[in-house]
């Protein structure tokens, strides 16, 4: 899998395994499936719920813990209270440290992002985690972060598919050093059965998730599609041996109808997150 190098130096594998809804108790079977298959990149969250069973599989895994790239990330409820957050998250993972630690969610009625931040500051220089980002940042909560951030995001982790694609956003973030990771990038399938999609996916012999997976992949994002699948974990890794054509970029590219899947960013204040 190829690896791409974020603004500080540390590298990460261009697609992980997402692990969203996938149920706690198989979370471990499905990671160790995913890491068996070849995944070193695995996004969890501790909104998530499963952060110990994907530890359980990196200790059942036998993998060199350097080996795997771990993402979590601080629930909205708990900006105030970061350190604590992560070292929580750090235990349920039974890990050392953390690869990249992002805030979930602004959550700008709270107020409390930036100071979430510095504390996400004060734990990258303890080398507690190796990447500090954030998640759902549109470009307004990323202007008002950078006023007072010592340390520029690593990532910002965005809803990213073909038919809704933050064109803008991913600019800004890629102009300000920030990589751009895809979350529901196969529109938790509901990108998949499009026309256009089916028909190079019948010319190249492949899936229509890999179709678009390779597409997130030739746009040079971060990608973490979810499967809780044996096969469609290998179909989708399979992804980054599929090369399209400009013409075919294009066409998956033509399908934006800013038909956004998931919450709002700039309104969007739960807890369970
Ligand atoms: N930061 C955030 O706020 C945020 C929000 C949402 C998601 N995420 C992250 O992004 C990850 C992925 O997003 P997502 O789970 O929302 O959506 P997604 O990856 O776009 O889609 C997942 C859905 O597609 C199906 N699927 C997966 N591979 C397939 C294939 N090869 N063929 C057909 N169907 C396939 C899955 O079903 P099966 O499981 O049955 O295969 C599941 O129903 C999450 O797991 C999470 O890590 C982050």
Redesign the pocket.
Known sequence: MKELTLNNGVTIPQLGL?????PPEETQRIVEDALEAGYRHI???AGYRNEAGVGAAIAASGIPREDIFVTT?LRNGEQGMAQEAFLNSRKALGLDYVDLY?I??PVPSQGLFTQAWKEMERLYANSQIRAIGV??FLPQHLDTLLESAEVVPAVN?I?L?PSYQQAELATKCRSLGIAVEA???????GD?NGNAVTSIAQAHNA????VVLAWHLASGSIV??????PE?IR??LAAASLTLTDEELAAITALESGARI?SDPAVAAFTQ?
């Open positions: 997402g692990v969203f809804q996938v996004d969890t969250a990330k992002l979930h969610w998640s759902n982790q809803e598919h979350y529901s990038p196969l529109g938790q399938g998949l899936s229509t998730a890999q973490i599609p979810k499967s809780a699948n469609r179909e989708n998931g997150m």
